[in-house]
């Protein structure tokens, strides 16, 4: 069994942001795997499949980002599932627009939404994928985060969706490494290190 989460924010006003790219890699996931993300519980939306032979349930906190542990832990508690079957996309400002960084495990840095599922769950080992979103530029860190790409950027976002899909499901099939390769490298020498 595995739980796999995008992180974001609910509502209209928020579709689309920088923010809620682990929203919308999570969307691009369940069209590939035929899930229906509709089911309502556990302070999100979810929904369940199988891939690979495993049982997953997909799902978006509704919590707005800084709660989004309440959700998770909940619904790791239903399932019975262990934390290090647990796998998170979001956003990250400290990568460039449209890359991945694929991690084990780690802190949560500077993201409000993976603080708030670290303390939550009581622990940081679990895989996530960090998509780029771009940082700034010195500008307003909340403007930054709760605007909407431009195209070009929008264009790069895609690629880096439908990039996580594939490496979710990498993770799923024992291949975590292998997701690691293939994609942490797009972005060597472009980001800044790991804190």
């Known amino acids: 069994m595995f739980i796999i ?25 369940a069209d590939e795997l035929h899930i229906r993300v509709t089911k309502r519980g556990f302070s ?23 709660l989004s542990g309440d959700c998770i832990q909940a619904i790791l508690h239903f399932y019975k599932c262990p934390l290090e079957h ?19 495990k780690g802190s949560a840095g500077t993201h409000n939404g993976m603080r708030s599922i670290i303390a939550c769950v009581g622990g940081e080992d679990f ?31 895609e690629t880096a969706f439908q ?12 291949n975590l490494p292998e997701a690691q390769a293939k994609f942490n490298k797009k972005h060597i020498g472009g980001a800044k290190t790991e804190r």
């Open 86 to 104: 647990l796998i998170v996309l979001y956003d990250d400002i400290e990568l460039p627009v449209g890359t991945l960084r694929i991690r084990e």
């Open 5 to 29: 989460a995008g992180l974001g924010n609910p509502g209209l006003l928020y579709q689309r942001t920088r923010h809620n790219a682990g929203f919308q890699a999570l969307d691009r996931l």
């Open 163 to 174: 990039d996580a899909v594939s490496a979710v499901k990498l993770i799923v099939e024992g």
């Open 127 to 157: 895989p996530r994928v960090r998509i780029g979103v771009g940082d700034r530029d010195g500008g307003d860190l909340k403007e930054h985060v709760l605007g909407r790409p431009g195209k070009a950027e929008q264009a790069a976002l």
């Open 44 to 66: 999100g939306i979810y929904g369940e499949g199988v891939y690979h032979g495993e049982r997953v349930a997909l799902v978006k906190p509704t919590t707005y980002m800084n």
